[in-house]
């Protein structure tokens, strides 16, 4: 559906910027290359850098939209210390701020866009989704990821053949790139939150990108030859494989949602046909086949150089390693695994973040804050099934470990919920309430119902957020490994909502 613009949006559009602005514009765009493209490669970049200097963005009202977003979204990261280059002055860059840049591409948005069926309003809602996760403003972030995909139910988008006809291959590839990027969003939102996937993979038609000359300096365009190998690898197969990953985690998500209900409100259908006779543990052995097929340069991250297609693949294997992670977690949870399973899978993402080069995590930002927080929620669900002495200790360890990855991380986030201090209140909550029931055996109980309805936690560990770094006691003389398990009162447990949670 191609409506004319006039006829779905009469309105009549000034664009707020002039063409003042458009030296802060065209750097905040090479910013986005940097520190954003590697992972939502979004833009074709000669394309957009072309089109950002001959300044058609101020007579186009859904390039402005599209180039307003991300230059929301690139000064956003900039501002929380992504950029990892000495090129920029950060200060020169300040204004517009990134909020009144955000506000400009929202503004130009028609509020019937999806019935334009616009590529660039399209691509523009998909951008504001990001930066309100940068943010920290998970409703906003959802309410524009939903615009995003009102385009592709109008459209029937799902499907190449009904895309607009004549499209080169520019358009086509970046295209695909969004449909991709949106989809691997919609799921990442949906095991970091509580929404639900609005498009299954199962339903689409719609090839994986693969790799054109996107003008980016370094090595031959688009592939790094391998040192022991004659054929040649490009960054989108890494970029690829990652798709693949969450792909593989859509079908894991219903079941990690039940696990996460403690009602089941929508009734069970009578039948089990549905049921998918694979093993979480099968698909997990394929998901590790696959990753060890990958060209050798996708599994280790080296430093950042001045190559940028070097730092190209950099980015897919940090992405990679951390994905890989985030799957073995979330498949070991639904599959019903034993806190052992859970703190040695968190312990191996925590060993694989410490690996990668900090430059890579500090570009990748506030997304990476929410995955690791992700992981924070899939580890506190084992509390809900009651603890020995020795199972306290261990995840108690891995639970501290993850703290100060997170702070590391949260460290020059403009937009910050404090997640670290308040992970390290919940222990520290949680530890009082331990020495004070389940320390001596007599205090220990063998259910959730004795222990529920006259235990009580004090309110101020939910609402102290401030509390100094909290120091790891040793329990090695005081653990049984044979210890009857120890129950923790609901109310406790409710806070790991409001540690977790990544809303500004």
């Given amino acids: 559906m191609n409506a004319p613009e006039q006829t779905v949006h009469p309105d009549r559009w000034i664009p707020p910027f002039n063409a003042s602005s458009q030296a802060v514009i065209m750097d905040l765009a090479e910013i986005f290359f940097e520190v954003v493209y590697p992972v939502f490669p979004l833009f074709h970049r000669s394309t957009l850098l072309r089109r950002v200097a001959r300044g058609e963005y101020l007579t186009n009202r859904s390039l402005f939209s599209s180039v307003a977003a991300m230059c929301a979204l690139a000064s956003a990261r900039a501002r929380d210390g992504a950029v990892y280059t000495s090129t920029w002055d950060l200060a020169s860059l300040s204004q517009p701020t990134s909020e009144a840049f955000l506000a400009a591409a929202v503004e130009a948005l028609p509020k019937d866009a999806p019935l334009t069926q616009d590529f660039n309003y399209m691509r523009a809602c998909v951008l504001i989704s990001i930066t309100y996760i940068q943010y920290g403003r998970m409703a906003e972030s959802q309410y524009y990821l939903n615009t995003y995909h009102s385009f592709v139910a109008v459209g029937s988008l799902h499907d190449e053949q009904e895309w607009p006809p004549h499209e080169d291959t520019v358009e086509i590839e970046e295209r695909r790139r969004l449909f991709w990027s949106a989809y691997t969003l919609d799921v990442f939102t949906s095991i970091i939150g509580t929404?639900?996937?609005?498009?299954?993979?199962?339903?689409?038609?719609?090839?994986?990108?693969?790799?054109?000359?996107?003008?980016?300096?370094?090595?031959?365009?688009?592939?790094?030859?391998?040192?022991?190998?004659?054929?040649?690898?490009?960054?989108?197969?890494?970029?690829?494989?990652?798709?693949d990953l969450y792909r593989i985690l859509e079908h894991t998500l219903y079941s990690l949602r039940q696990l996460r209900s403690n009602r089941e409100r929508t009734p069970a259908m009578p039948v089990t046909f549905f049921d998918c006779p694979v093993s979480q543990n099968a698909v997990l052995d394929h998901v590790m086949a696959m990753y060890e097929e990958l060209p050798p340069i996708f599994k280790s991250t080296k430093p950042i150089t001045n190559d940028s297609r070097d730092t190209l693949f950099g980015f897919q294997a940090a992405n990679i390693a951390a994905t890989v992670q985030l799957v073995r977690m979330v498949l070991f949870t639904t599959e019903g695994s034993d806190v052992e399973q859970k703190c040695e899978i968190a312990r191996d993402l925590i060993r694989a973040f410490r690996s990668i080069p900090v430059e890579y995590l500090q570009a990748i930002s506030s997304p990476l804050l929410h995955h690791l927080t992700g992981i924070g929620v899939i580890l506190g669900s084992a509390f809900h099934f009651g603890l020995t002495r020795s199972s306290y200790k261990r995840i108690r360890s891995v639970l501290l470990e993850l703290t100060e990855l997170i702070a590391h991380l949260e460290t020059g986030l403009h937009y910050s919920t404090g997640t670290s201090d308040k992970l390290r209140t919940q222990v520290k909550c949680i530890d009082e309430f331990w020495h004070r029931h389940g320390n001596a055996d007599t205090m220990v109980v063998s259910s959730a119902e004795e222990l529920g309805s006259g235990a009580t936690t004090s309110s101020a560990c939910h609402k102290d957020s401030s509390v100094g770094q909290f120091q790891q006691q040793t329990y090695s003389e005081q653990v049984a490994e044979n210890s009857p398990p120890f129950y923790f009162p609901p109310e406790l447990l409710d806070n790991w909502a409001w540690v977790f949670d990544a809303t500004y």
């Fill in 195 to 243: 929404s639900v996937i609005r498009g299954s993979e199962a339903a689409f038609n719609v090839c994986y990108p693969c790799d054109i000359d996107d003008g980016i300096s370094g090595k031959a365009p688009g592939t790094f030859e391998m040192a022991t190998e004659t054929e040649t690898v490009t960054w989108l197969q890494g970029w690829n494989f990652v798709t």
